[in-house]
């Protein structure tokens, strides 16, 4: 496998950083090169991510869940999305609420339920989710679908999937079929779908604020092992879509090998496959080093933690010809 | 999983449990599919998906019920029918603190009724409701009529409830 992983030279600026905030100096030294603000970057990845709520439209709506919550003591905040709301109280666990056993609402992040509302989908239509468990993106795609048309939902783990279908029931979500299935293999399925997610495997880097653990525990090798396979789903992934169809391909990770660099190859192979543009984020980068990108790829999104209060994720909304 | 179209003997069975239950025209025109894996569940199937089945999927569409001597609701089953069907006699409504409990799988004490039907019987199939008319859990009668409603016994035997997806999954 070729070596992909860019390295930066170290600066005082990123050691300082790497010793101050416990990460390895190569990875600082990379957020260099593209983050903006990297103080309040760093400073924000200390702090526990914000918690939303998506309201689950399937069985309740969100003035419904405003205010049951907020007589239990919750502070909502609606966000740009108008499903999801910001957790800014909680006197309780989200996850123990009656509401929450009755599926009324998913604890799902902001970039997370932004990467289906990028699959702008709609009734009747058929969406295949290529890396589905454990079934977030899933349930709010139904939830937009108003649970007609049809889901594949590919997840390949048996525990996984069986996590998946809880969350699938306790949804109400009725117009999904889950494949134990590897995206790789989505070929087999010998159909083309209106929209098609991907939410790839990654190296999680955007999550680090959740597990710290990533500060140093994934290398440069390991952000090239994402990005092999990467390219492999998203070249299965875009194969999927029917003509007209949209293609989302989003990630939770920072690492530019993982998000413009995969994207930018796919546009290389295929000269009908464009990047629209999606409404929230930062723009994609169009050069990381010495690397340059397609034009194109400034209409994807990057969401920063400390910029848009949501985990870090990369999304690219893909018009396939 | 191996799923297959319900047989014309099922399909009877089905429909007269979903009139039981108040759902039958929610449910005309979907399609419902069963699995057999020592026992028999029905799916709500998503339009459509004939292709699919042949690929024997994990799952296909949404369990509302398991198949016996009678069609017995799963939680998600009673979800539907209680927010789609036409509530009837064999639904039983109970206070706050009786929510608590059934959702931690707890019985239903007599006093925590609020609503019951007069000519509900004793070992009956029932979906228990909060306040809301929400469906909560799924429970079988101990007494007949008022005396469902008396005090400091257990007159509802909670068979499942929405508590289980998490207690389940964790």
Request: proline letters at 4%; charged letters at 25%.
């Amino acid at each position: 496998m070729p070596a992909l992983t860019l390295i930066f030279p170290e600066s005082e600026e990123s050691a300082d950083l790497a010793a101050r905030y416990g990460y390895d100096r190569w990875l600082v030294s990379r957020f260099r090169e593209y983050v903006p603000a990297i103080q309040d970057f760093m400073d924000k990845m200390e702090k526990a991510p914000t918690q939303y709520i998506r309201v689950n439209t399937l069985k309740t709506s969100r003035a419904e869940v405003e205010g049951r919550l907020r007589s239990k003591g919750f502070g909502l905040k609606r966000t740009e999305i108008p499903e999801t709301l910001m957790v800014e109280k909680a006197p309780m666990s989200a996850g123990a609420t009656n509401e929450y056993l009755l599926g009324h609402y998913y604890i799902q992040d902001l970039s997370s339920c932004m990467a289906v509302d990028a699959l702008d989908i709609s009734e009747n239509q058929d969406a295949l989710d290529v890396a589905a468990a454990p079934g977030g993106k899933t349930t709010f795609m139904a939830q937009r679908m108003s649970n007609t048309g049809q889901i594949i939902a590919l997840e390949p783990d048996g525990k996984r999937a069986r996590s998946m279908s809880f969350n699938l029931a306790r949804c109400g979500v009725y117009n999904t079929c889950i494949l134990k299935m590897n995206g790789l293999q989505a070929e087999k399925l010998q159909s083309k779908f209106d929209r098609v997610l991907l939410d790839a495997p990654c190296s999680c880097e955007g999550v680090i604020s959740k597990d710290a653990t990533r500060k140093t525990s994934h290398t440069p090798e390991d952000v090239d092992f994402c990005s092999s396979r990467q390219d492999k789903l998203i070249a299965v992934a875009a194969r999927m879509v029917k003509p007209g169809g949209i293609l989302v391909y989003s990630t939770c990770s920072f690492a530019p090998e993982e998000n413009e660099m995969v994207v930018d190859r796919l546009l290389q192979k295929s000269i009908n496959i464009s990047v629209e543009p999606t409404k929230y984020g930062s723009s994609g980068l169009t050069r990381f080093g010495d690397a340059v990108f397609d034009p194109q790829l400034e209409n994807a999104r990057r969401l920063y933690p400390h910029l848009n209060d949501s985990t870090g994720f990369f999304i690219a909304r893909l018009r396939v010809g | 999983m191996t799923y297959r179209k319900p047989t014309r003997e099922e399909t009877t069975l089905i429909k007269r449990s979903l009139g039981r239950w108040g759902a039958f025209e929610f449910f005309e025109g979907k399609s419902l599919g069963i699995h057999e894996n020592g026992s028999k569940e029905v799916f709500l199937l998503p339009d459509d998906c004939e292709r699919v089945m042949q690929m024997q999927p994990y799952l296909a569409g949404l369990t509302i019920g398991e198949l016996k001597k009678q069609f017995v609701p799963s939680m998600a089953g009673a979800d539907l029918f209680a927010r789609f069907g036409k509530r009837n006699e064999f639904y039983i409504t109970v206070n706050e603190k009786a929510e608590k409990l059934v959702l931690y799988g707890r019985d239903v004490m007599g006093e925590s009724i609020v609503e019951a039907s007069g000519v509900l019987g004793e070992n009956e199939l029932v979906i228990i409701l909060n306040c809301r008319l929400e469906a909560i859990g799924i429970g079988r009668t101990r007494f007949a009529g008022r005396l469902l409603l008396q005090i400091g016994k257990i007159t509802v035997t909670t068979l499942m409830d929405a508590g289980y997806y998490l207690r389940e999954e964790g």
